[in-house]
């Protein structure tokens, strides 16, 4: 690796991170992920392959596949600049009603019989009405039933009394982004704010859900910004994160937003492995636009988990491209929680 300087035990600090996080079971502290952000290019290889012994040393070398099923597409008065399905902007995202209970069983057996453990139902909403949790009650339990397949749901913020409504009814896993730090995020939305979110984050873990957590690089946030992130997220202690890259659409306020470079990502991949050593790490939206051919090296950069077939409003790889890839890697598909 490049010429920078070493540690107290004569190592560099790729080296020194991962003996931390193998041997000792150390976290790394944010200065110690700030002075990795800043490596150059050529270490990329390096630290990617340091996450990887990281993700194995901590999760194993199973993959976790979940399918996701937008169940309300669209008309979301909200107002976030990377997202197609807000009603402020004019994308070619249009509001569609709510899916019926046979079409969601349909997409949840599919999902089940490509070995996947979850399935997540999103609604484009700011949060639930008392409609749409009527709709949740019913159809948790039915999808439980009828697929025996673990449910995640992604319905916006939350109450209280909405969240242990959820938990009773048998959400296993509900899905609430961060999305950025929260020095960035009233720069790309303005109708709800990052403390609205994070008070979500930590009703869904203090009544028993999983918490999944995602975020979104790539809308302008600097370096800095993505290691505060990364402290945050530690903050709401999620079992999964997935990894979103902008892949800007026409028609919102960040649609002329240049991708992430490829490398760029692998980097970012890896150090969120670093920063959060037991987490799902979960590939998500914008993978197959940003990385391209790199996507098996993402695998062995500290991912552990996949979205597989299309995402909310974007088309991804086909699930079986997917499976032959995790093959190749030698990666067997299985259930994961996270690792404390
Ligand atoms: S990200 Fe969610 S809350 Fe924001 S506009 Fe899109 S659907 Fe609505």
């Not at 990052?194 to 809308?219: D, I, N, P, S």
């Not at 993978?287 to 996507?295: A, S």
Request: hydrophobic letters at 40%; a negative charge; one cysteine or more.
């Amino acid at each position: 690796m490049s010429g920078v300087a070493t540690d107290r035990h004569g190592d560099d600090p790729i080296s020194a991170a991962r003996r931390a996080l193998v041997d000792e079971r150390r976290q790394l502290t944010l200065d110690e992920l700030a002075a990795l952000a800043a490596l150059p290019d050529e270490d990329v290889p390096a630290l990617a392959e340091a996450a990887h012994a990281v993700r194995v040393a901590w999760c194993g070398d199973t993959v976790e596949i979940e399918g996701i099923l937008s169940a309300k597409t669209g008309g979301c008065p909200e107002d976030c600049h990377f997202c197609s399905q807000s009603s402020r902007f004019e994308t070619p995202v249009k509001a569609l009603p709510l899916l019926s209970d046979d079409e969601v069983l349909r997409a949840a057996r599919e999902t089940a019989e490509l070995g996947a453990s979850e399935f997540c139902i999103v609604y484009a909403v700011r949060g639930p009405d008392e409609r749409l949790m009527a709709h949740l009650e019913r159809l948790v339990p039915l999808v439980r039933r009828e697929v025996g397949i673990n449910v995640a749901v992604s319905a916006g913020i939350l109450t209280e009394d909405q969240a242990a409504r959820l938990r009773g009814v048998g959400v296993h896993r509900y899905n609430h982004n961060l999305e950025t730090a929260r020095s960035f995020f009233g720069r790309v939305v303005t109708t709800h704010t990052w403390e609205e979110r994070f008070e979500t984050c930590r009703l869904v873990r203090e009544h028993g859900m999983e918490l999944c957590c995602g975020v979104l690089l790539g809308m302008g946030e600097t370096d800095e910004q993505r290691i505060e992130l990364l402290g945050q997220l530690r903050e709401v202690d999620p079992a999964e994160v997935p990894v979103n890259f902008l892949d800007p659409r026409p028609g919102t306020p960040l649609a002329d937003r240049p991708l992430v470079a490829a490398m760029e990502a692998i980097r970012w991949i890896a150090l969120f492995r670093l920063a959060l050593p037991g987490v799902i790490l979960r590939y998500a939206g914008g993978r197959e636009v940003t990385l391209g051919d790199l996507q098996e090296m993402g695998m062995t950069a500290g991912i552990n988990a996949l979205i597989t077939g299309n995402y909310l409003t974007t088309l991804g790889r086909s699930p079986q491209e997917d499976i032959v890839m995790l093959k190749g890697l030698k990666m067997p598909i299985g259930t994961l929680s996270k690792v404390i």
